[in-house]
């Protein structure tokens, strides 16, 4: 079993920066494939970024050059730089975890909102 805790959402204006982190535990993270996924009111939740074990990295063409996603194993934590933020952006960030992404364990969730 694994527990996910997100934190560092806020409200921000356009163009600023916000990082979250997820924490977990209950076990390791290595041996998960980590992501964040991210749920605007009255939309689907929707695939941010996500990092395997070996760093590959992938990213949603809507977040490109903007969020950079990394992982601390050691100190069992994942962030999500985020920086040029849009109002589009607003949403309710989940941490997520897993054997492939979208894997098993989820986070209760961290409110972004981005003011234009």
């Known amino acids: 079993q694994v527990q996910l805790e997100e934190s560092g959402g806020g409200l921000v204006q356009a163009g600023g920066s916000l990082r979250l982190s997820c924490a977990a535990s209950?076990?390791?993270?290595?041996?998960?494939?980590m992501g964040w996924f991210r749920q605007a009111p009255g939309k689907e939740r929707e695939f941010v970024a996500r990092i395997s074990l070996g760093r590959i990295i992938q990213y949603a063409d809507s977040v490109k050059g903007r969020f950079t996603i990394s992982r601390d194993n050691a100190k069992n934590m994942i962030y999500l730089q985020m920086n040029s933020l849009k109002p589009e952006d607003t949403a309710v960030y989940y941490c997520?975890?897993?054997?492939?992404?979208?894997?098993?364990?989820w986070g209760q969730g961290t409110q972004v909102t981005v003011s234009s």
């Open positions: 997520n975890a897993g054997s492939v992404v979208p894997g098993n364990y």
């Open positions: 209950g076990r390791t993270l290595i041996t998960y494939v």
